[in-house]
């Protein structure tokens, strides 16, 4: 590991990576690969996590694709530089910002989008001109296999290395002295990130978790918000770090909702869905126990039925839970809705608002005064109004948490930024030169500072 860091670093500091032109042909290169191994990794993904094809592709590969092409399409004009007004008291002179790349980044993706997740921030690193090492997850071999293949045949090591293992080797990158350090996963390890990183001042990215709720008012399409929180619930086998993972349902709502969340899930995946060969499975089985222990029989409406030989748990619905259940004191990561009442909007607010600030939030009202309310009165990464997840999608929105969902943001520009140190300076003229700030200091002199610096 310490080789090829020395390595990457030398290469950096050799300026091959600065031109637009390496960079361009860095992100083509990464397409092209992809798409030459999309087959391998729609098989992997389904070894690894169940996925169908459809969702491997919409979730995962066709996202990374379509994050790559926005990228190609934009990079030249972003790696401009910007032009900026400068004060009367510096004339004359020009004020400019020049994005430079940090140097060598250590990207470490979670297991439960390891692709994308993977992918999607290595996009950012290069279009800023970044040599990279990436940490895929060991939880998901199968498509760790694969990324390691189509990154070994695409870049020399000395631009792009992929490092394998588990905890111990983790360990020995976080060891070592990056020059960025992005990390997506959970809030443990992220602190784990941040004080390795804290070592040796790398600054760091932190995309982590947390419970991100729903809130149904009385105002909503209750048909169709239900449609849409089954797929951005139960996608993935609920294993998607902006899964809505509990709903706060106005009473006056509640009976209408469940009624219509049961047959848009029924709808979904069938009546058996743990027959559904496009449903996912849990990754392994530590989590399948420890989301299993979460049910209470209880509280189930629907679902709750197990395989354990296949890492399966049928898409789940508890009704009427309330805060003190297990469900609702760690993030579910997994296939079960907890619905909890309220008895109004207000009361969801402060539900919200006493708890830590959440990935995503998802709201659906009709209601604009509501809207306002809850967007601008509540602390979260991001999220939508009358949708779930969709956010994630948008290329020109920055995706991030907030407190111990995560701090920084990347997606299109954001990532390049997110990759790149802003470097701001002043070219002074030189036909002529004011005393005002010179020594000695004179009473006059004094009038014009006071009178321009204030």
Known sequence: MEEVLKKQREYFLSGATLPYSTRRDALRKLYEAIKSHEKELQEALKDDLGKSPTESYMCEIGLALSDITYTLRHLKRWM????????????????????????????????????????????????????????????????????????????????????????????????????????????????????????????????????????ITRSADLRLSARRIVFGKFLNAGQTCIAPDYVLCEQ???????????????????????????????????????????????????????Q????????????????????????????????????????????????????????????????????????????CVNDVISHIAAHNLPFGGIGESGMGSYHGKESFLTFSHRKSFVKRGTWIDFPLRYQPYKTWKEKFIKKYLQ
């Open 308 to 383: 354990k030989d296949r890492l399966r748990i049928a898409p789940t619905i508890m009704d009427h839970v309330d805060a003190t259940d297990a469900v609702m004191q760690e993030e579910i990561f997994g296939p079960v809705l907890p619905i909890v009442i309220v008895n109004d909007t207000d009361e969801a607010f402060r539900f919200i608002q006493s708890r830590p600030h959440p990935l995503a939030l998802y709201l659906f009202t009709k209601d604009k005064k509501m809207e306002q309310k809850f967007m601008n009165g509540l602390q979260f990464g991001g999220g």
């Open 252 to 306: 006056a709502a509640h009976e209408e909702f469940v009624s219509v969340l049961k047959e848009e899930l029924a709808k979904m995946f069938g009546e058996s869905p743990l027959d559904n060969p496009d449903y996912g499975k849990i990754i392994n089985r530590r989590h399948f126990d420890r989301v299993a222990r979460l049910i209470d029989p209880r509280k189930v409406i629907v679902g709750g039925e197990t």
């Open 80 to 215: 401009r530089p910007e032009h900026r007004c400068t004060p009367l008291q510096n004339f004359p002179a020009r004020s400019r910002i020049l994005k430079e790349p940090y140097g060598v980044a250590l990207i470490m993706s979670p297991w439960n989008y390891p692709f994308l997740l993977l992918v999607s921030p290595l996009t950012g690193a290069l279009a800023a001109g970044n040599c990279c090492v990436l940490k895929p997850s060991e939880l998901a071999p199968a498509i760790a296999g694969v990324i390691t293949k189509m990154i070994e045949e695409t870049f020399p090591t000395e631009m792009v290395a992929v490092v394998n293992g588990g905890m111990e080797e983790s360990q020995a990158l976080l060891n070592l002295d990056f020059d960025y350090i992005f990390y997506t996963g959970g809030a443990s390890v992220g602190k784990i990130v941040m004080e390795k990183a804290a070592q040796h001042l790398t600054p760091v990215t932190l995309e982590l978790g947390g419970k991100s709720p729903v809130i």
